[in-house]
């Protein structure tokens, strides 16, 4: 039995989603952590998540910088994500949070963290993707129906045998869902439409 909650949210207005997790969160004083590895410009966006919690009331916000030019596994974030009580991962793109941080020592301190805690992880659209042990990174439309358009990969193993599909209805991926479960049976399939957790 997991000890840790996940908060896997659809996508779409950024502030609701923040209020959402916030509360989630009873202390203000919570430590929260920002990965903005997703998106094309992480420190830009980390640091607005960050202001945003902040508007919150939130006081311990920090985000880490994980991207081409800096490393995951650096002593201080390994220290800073042993100390967290909250971890939220932006949206963007799902396979660069798989690029930077499958196989580090960050990403198994969370893993262990999650099973044995009572740490929240969240992320929002490439943030929810990541969350179960496989993805889906590719498949758009109708093209999803077409054999070798819907592609799934290993994800970041918080929970398994869940296919986690967010923007649903707003960006018509049913049909990419249902191609990822009718492909691998034993998986089931949700799909989170925007402002929806």
Known sequence: MYKGTLIALGGGYDDDLIKLIRSEICPIHSRIEVIATATSDPEESGKAYKEAFEELGCDCVQFMLIDENHAADQPEY???IQQADVIFF??????RLIEFLN???L???MRRRYHQEPIIIAGTSAGAAIMSDRMIYDGYGHYSLIKGEMKTTIGF???SHVYIDTHFVERGRFGRLAHAVAHDPA???VGLSEETA
């Open 78 to 80: 390994i220290s800073r």
């Open 90 to 95: 932006t949206g963007g793109d799902q396979v």
């Open 103 to 105: 196989g580090t020592q």
């Open 107 to 109: 990403l198994e301190i």
């Open 157 to 159: 193993g918080f929970i």
């Open 187 to 189: 998986y089931v399939g």
